[in-house]
């Protein structure tokens, strides 16, 4: 029965389990491929990437599947003057420099930060990619009638009934609610504050469920297929999971990143603004805990992010965990390492036998 | 199939649903005796009755009901010297004086805060109670020694797998795993950080039920069938459900605490120390956003409750929810007005029919 949702028929895909559009390298070709090809639908997360790493990487993965897959952008954030820029950019290399000393890092000369949103759009246009996905807010109309002309199915980010609802208004049509749960960053983009935002995935799916009309995709502490049949269960249509292939062989995390998953527990991860300025989730180190008493005056997202990135960068260049980015998810201890294709087929075993 | 579980047998109920042992008045005899009357497991909520009252209203339970059900306390907390008490509770007077201005109140002769947990324990085992709940920690050998040797049941909550196994290891029988969306105080006793603790219920079951071999009773963000059902896809043994019972015709709770329940939205509560000393969820309210600027400076737990008693109940009696406690979870949305009898059989006849 499960399968047969609307999801799936949606999805063009065997089972409605989608590999989320994780950012920073994490989702190579392979990856996505491979739950591609395996019966799920595999996520390019290009939220960082410029316009023509990812036309090489759409054409990579096309070379490796048939089947449909998806692509994943950062809708871009308010633009601030060029003044407010430069005092947040002074602002955020003020409050990391000792972390360039220990690196021995010059400090960088940033001028400005862009996001280069509507390039990498064009690329997925171009390339008549099957899924869109997309996180942090809405596209503009006319992004929404661009997609829509070329066919291209969209998946949007909801943390709360509001946002969901927002989704569905625009005309999206698969809403991804993503529960309190979830690694990586908050896709809250309407909530007053954001600890209000941080509703778990058993309160959250049921409640949007009740909102809207079109199918909603469950994420956010689903890692195995126990997770999969409690969403199915949820009024779900299907699911989204991050962490449990960022540990997976194909997967292009830092072999240090993935060991910290695979070593923590669920009680070690904490949601924090220190990497990029935009709430997320991560396995809980000393430039969280350092920069937490800094809060109040971490430049805002994308400001952040680029200010961190590169003692992030020195830090994975040195396997050093202390300074880099690892997301997580609070599933930590129901990680493996095994290929993407070896989980996902565990995933349906465990998920047929439970709904049998 | 999904009533014949472990719980269940253990639980000598007709089905594993538990009515969380919610304080402060919501646990009415005819509320638990209404739930233990439909098949589940009823719960008084005694952590801050007085012994007497306790077995006042353990008998009038009796009176209503030959089915078992359970009665919930609070373990103690760390004692102060006496010299860091009274410090303690003239900060804390401090911090409120401007409420107590606003209601005309005196301001209280607090000498000494007292917890009553040897004579509450001994009217349960005097009154030979089925089973008993508690939160906050664990109990002493010497206690559970004594529950054990009445043929006691016992249930424990654990907000981490770390907690869940020190219980087990104790000899707890059944373990509530607590997860973040739960309304009211937070059960962490072990974890290093209150925010690292905060586990989503569909991360936080699966792996508590890796990790430990007796029951799992699933809590947080529960309110219907669909929550039932996922939860024991999740490997829980049974459900414990706090918020959608608040809001039964039966239940004590102030009827303005019930209205903001029934009005508000998922994303209307939050985590606050500023009523007990102690983290719990509830609606945000103005005490809440106004305490928070002073979070570090808030007494611990039962301190801070004594302090805040007289301005809850002030508000109480003017139907004023701004300074009022009001707990809730976050599937606010969910919640309805009915009697516990129809909840309940709708709840079964949800499950049922999801698990068909």
């Known amino acids: ?31 996505v491929a491979a739950v591609s090809n395996s019966g799920g639908l595999g996520t390019l997360g290009a939220g960082y990437m410029a316009p023509e ?30 003044e407010q820029e ?22 960088p000369c940033i001028n400005q930060v862009e996001e280069d949103f509507d390039e990498q ?13 997309f996180t942090f807010g809405l596209p503009s109309a006319d992004t929404l009638k661009k997609l829509n002309d070329q ?43 954001m600890e209000q935002a941080m509703i778990g995935t058993m309160a959250l799916v049921p409640q949007i469920v009740d909102h809207v009309s079109v199918p909603v ?13 409690a969403a199915l269960m949820l009024g779900a249509s299907g699911v989204q999971m991050g962490t449990a292939f960022l540990t997976c062989k194909e997967s292009g995390a830092q072999e240090v990143h993935k060991q910290q998953i695979l070593n923590r527990t669920e009680a070690d991860t904490m949601i924090t603004k220190a990497f ?26 994308p400001i952040q992010n680029a200010v961190t990135k590169d003692i992030r960068k020195a830090a994975g260049q040195q396997k050093n965990p202390d300074y880099m980015s690892l997301w997580a998810g ?27």
């Open 276 to 301: 990029s300025g935009k709430e997320a989730r991560g396995i809980t180190n000393r430039f969280m805990a350092e920069m937490a008493d800094h809060r109040a005056h971490i430049p805002p997202y």
């Open 151 to 193: 066919n291209i199915y969209t998946l949007g980010t909801a943390t709360t009934v509001d946002e969901a609802i927002q989704l569905e208004t625009a005309g999206i049509d698969l809403i991804v609610a993503q529960g309190s749960e979830a690694g990586g960053h908050r896709g809250t983009f309407l909530a007053a504050s």
């Open 86 to 107: 430069k005092a947040f950019i002074e602002t955020g290399l003020q409050l990391t420099e000792r972390y360039r000393h220990k690196f021995n890092l010059e400090s």
């Open 53 to 82: 790493q990812i036309r090489s990487a759409i054409q990579a993965i096309k070379a490796l599947t048939d089947t449909p897959f998806a692509v994943n952008l950062f809708i871009p954030s308010p633009k601030y003057s060029r």
């Open 1 to 31: 029965m499960w399968f047969k949702t609307k999801a799936q028929s949606l999805l063009n895909s065997e089972y409605p389990v989608i590999q989320a559009g994780m950012a920073g390298g994490t989702t190579t070709p392979e990856l």
């Open 217 to 229: 995709i469950a994420s956010g502490g689903i890692m195995d297929g126990r997770g999969i049949a």
């Open 121 to 133: 759009l064009r690329v997925i246009l171009e390339e008549k990619v099957p899924y869109f996905s």
């Open 330 to 356: 609070q599933g930590t201890r129901l990680s493996k390492s095994q290929t993407a294709e070896d989980l996902f087929n565990q995933l349906i075993e465990e998920t047929n036998t439970l709904l049998r």
